[in-house]
């Protein structure tokens, strides 16, 4: 790779601020912006490069500020724009960018654009919406809402149902029209003004939809729509924009994320986040994870934007359940799952993403009863399923596994009461093992899931093999052990990490002469002889290996 091809975000690790779970600073029981200044120093010592800011726009919060009514302003619960400016600027002294969450597939009911849509059909907002007559006195069509129930909604003002992929009260905004995208990247474009250094695209895949053809993801406008984007606000700035596509596959991932295309740098693709559910079904329906088939889907996605791609690496958001209780261990291997599992994602070649509290392995909420549960989805699916003829006790098990306030917890600070969270009572109930999962211990202890994940992240920014390094798995059929490679040049990478709480081997063929060290991993002591590696529950190992 030229030094021109060379990106800044190629180097950089993102970490993922929940505004309102962060750190309250008013002791009203709600995160805010004072709260992100007040603890920039702790991620400057993480080391990350980037904070991927979920929304913080004025909204009624219905779904969490990914229902927004104003892009312009910041919520009050939050602070003020101004509080946003210093945001930017004290992030900026520290070397630390922000790129903000863009959720422009819909606004809220509330957006000013909808109140004006809904009044009339004639309205000059009308068709910033999606509009459509009933058929037969019934919805236009069988689309589904990803949070239950039709995807429309009737009116009766004006006898015509309009179109929401989420909740009813997030109308999704209609991409034909050409006045509504100008004003899109006219907000866009205040945004870049003001110095934030890229956008996290919601649901990005849906823009393109052609509900009347009962197509969702993937439209066929939809990358003109993004080259359009493109050159109308980010195409000449060096800003980071990175989709979120839960439809995105291989074949069409290059497409957003080729350079040449002028598109996005990259997107959050979710094969592998949903292979521990039934094929076919919802994720609510359970199924164990192979280790052959995470392998399988990786190692596809690392093939297959090698050359004219990228790919953002996560394991982790405000949508999925914390991953050292879905794939680790979160009892008594919670230290070294977490890190295996780190080692196994920053290994591979993309941008890592790291979620709040997954640096010092937060775990699932595991609340009992569904009042605890407040998130839109979670309550509408519990719902659904019971008029499905679910028991409670399964709907609470995928619940358990899958809610999406498993990760929305307040961030774990300290032990004292909220988990040093907020003076008052949090606005969603804190994880009880607060008392011994917090910031302060793992500061503390030399040996915290913490300090391995700064030590990961400082590799990043040296070893040039784990920005730039070739990948290849080297195990497929393996049901246990997950090895690849990293190649660049005449340096190599050597990656093991034993998935399991058994103990497990690994052998390593190569040259004699070549030397081998290893730069990090979750033992001490642990083999330097890798023609045949015994691996200690979880052990994860990353070697180099030289002339
Ligand atoms: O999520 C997209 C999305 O489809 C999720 O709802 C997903 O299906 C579900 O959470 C399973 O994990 C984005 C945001 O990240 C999410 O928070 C919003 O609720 C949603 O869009 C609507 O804006």
Redo the contacts with the bound molecule.
Sequence with gaps: MTETQQKWWHQSVIYQVYPRSFYDSTGDGIGDLQGIILKLDYLKNLGIDVIWLSPVYESPNI??G??ISDYYSVLSEYGTMEDMNKLLAESKNRGIKIIMDL?V??TSDQHPWFLEAKKSKDNRYRDYYIWRNPVNSQEPNELKS??GGSAWEYDENTNQYYLHF?SKQ?PDLNWENEKMRNDIWDMMNFWIDKGISGFRM??IDLIGKEPDNLIKENGPKLHDYLQEMYRNTFGSRDLLTVG?T?GATTENATLYSDPKRNELNMVFQFEHMQLDKLPGKQ?WDLKKLELRELKHVLSKWQYALDQDGWNSLFWN????PRIVSRWGNDREYRVESAKMLATLLHGMKGTPYIYQGEEIGMTNAAFQSIEDYIDI?TQNIYKERINAGFSEAEIMKSLYMKA?DNARTPMQWSNEEYAGFSTEKPWMKVNPNYTYINVENAISDSNSIYYYYQKLIKMRKFNQTLVHGTYKLLNPMDESVYAYERILEDKKLLIVCNFYEQENEFSYSMESHLKVQILIGNYQDSSLDISNIKLRPYEAIIYEISE
């Design positions: 779904d969490n990914y229902d959720v597939n819909h990803n949070f989420y997030q919601d649901v979120e839960w994720r958001n405000h949508d999925l989805e999406r």
